[in-house]
């Protein structure tokens, strides 16, 4: 999913105006108070500071707070991890018919966090917050209908989940309607499809990425790489790619590399051996592979047969096909 329910988002706007009048309240323990400070020290990223205030405001009954609290557990933030501690709290906010805490209930369902894997419980959660104009859980419920997860498989409806969160202009729901444009997937009614339409894929992505969405500038790369809705350019795919690609986006730090390594104008394998190695570090088994090539030729690094072999290993271990048949290679020369 898009959505990620343990990254604390959709943080209200305070001032640092509001922030300082909320010192006197908050240690007379008004609740809303006590919500602001947590907010603040979150932001400072003094999260053992900001779980005490988000719990002084969930015990007093505050559901944002709650919900809040429940994603601090959720990722570890200010606490050891501890699902069973978040579910508690989204349960005490969804109670008050909580929005947020109604989706993040949804999210552990939908990936088995603290619970097991149960996409029929996760729409029941997304359709609840969903009821309540939540954007999240909107597109949520695109996802699980687009995929047939929990319900039947219906691309139509989805495209209508996904045009719902989009209405607020939900970066994610963007870039999953592009998907659909890009691949075919946008039907009528009566189930007619579409054939794919690049050029409405690519205003969608850039819809997203206008909002500095990670995922939409690494789909706008690979469009410009490949040709799709507009003429090859290799170096906007190249600067929707690095974009991408600060951000810790996994597949835009392969392609980037890639797009470096290949041959082309750009082929740089000094280049193509940094970012390749970034999305090896995040596990990316592609790159392992290619970076495992890299060794195994001295490309753009030192020949290093036993590093070239880890690399392998380590990808076939991840279930890499071409991990393990160039773990076989190097085995035998």
């Known amino acids: 999913m898009y959505t990620n329910a343990a990254c604390i988002g959709n943080h209200r706007d305070y001032t640092i105006e509001k922030i300082k009048g909320a010192q006197e309240p908050a240690t007379r323990g008004d609740p809303n108070a006590c919500y602001i400070k947590g907010h603040a020290s979150y932001d400072d990223h003094d999260y053992a500071k900001a779980l005490v205030w988000y719990r002084k405001a969930a015990n007093l009954g505050h559901a944002d707070a709650q919900n809040r609290l429940g994603q601090m557990y959720e990722a570890g933030h200010g606490t050891s991890q501890d699902y069973s501690a978040a579910l508690d709290w989204y349960i005490r906010s969804a109670d008050q018919e909580n929005a947020d805490g109604q989706n993040s209930i949804g999210l ?6 603290g619970v097991p894997q149960d996409y ?24 699980l209908y687009d995929n047939g997860l929990g319900v039947e498989q219906d691309h ?9 969160a989009s209405a607020y202009d939900h970066a994610g729901a963007w870039v999953n309607i592009g998907i659909m444009y890009e691949n075919g ?9 579409a054939p794919p339409d690049f050029p409405q894929a690519m205003l969608c992505y850039l819809r997203a990425a206008d909002r500095g969405y ?21 170096s906007r795919a190249k600067d929707y790619y690095l974009k991408a690609s600060k951000k810790e986006n996994v597949h835009a730090q392969r392609a980037l590399g890639l797009l470096h390594y290949n041959p082309g104008p750009l082929r740089d394998y000094s280049t193509a051996k940094t970012w390749i190695k970034k999305a090896a570090d995040q596990g990316d088994a592609e790159a392992l592979v290619t970076l495992g090539n890299m060794y195994l030729k001295g490309l753009g690094v030192t020949k290093d047969f036993l590093k070239a072999t880890e690399l392998f290993r380590e990808a076939a271990n991840r279930g890499d096909a071409s991990g393990a048949d160039s773990l076989q290679y190097s085995r035998q020369n």
Do not use: V
């Open 156 to 164: 139509h409806t989805a495209f209508k989940c996904y045009s719902e």
């Open 214 to 234: 990670a995922a939409a500038e690494a789909l706008l790369g690979d469009m410009y790489n490949s040709g799709r809705g507009q003429p090859k350019n290799h």
């Open 120 to 143: 029929e419980k996760a729409f029941e959660w997304f359709q609840k917050a969903a009821m309540k104009r939540h954007p999240d859980a909107w597109n949520n419920l695109g996802r």
């Open 108 to 113: 552990l369902y939908y990936k088995g966090k």
């Open 185 to 193: 997937k946008i039907k009528s009614e009566n189930g007619t499809s």
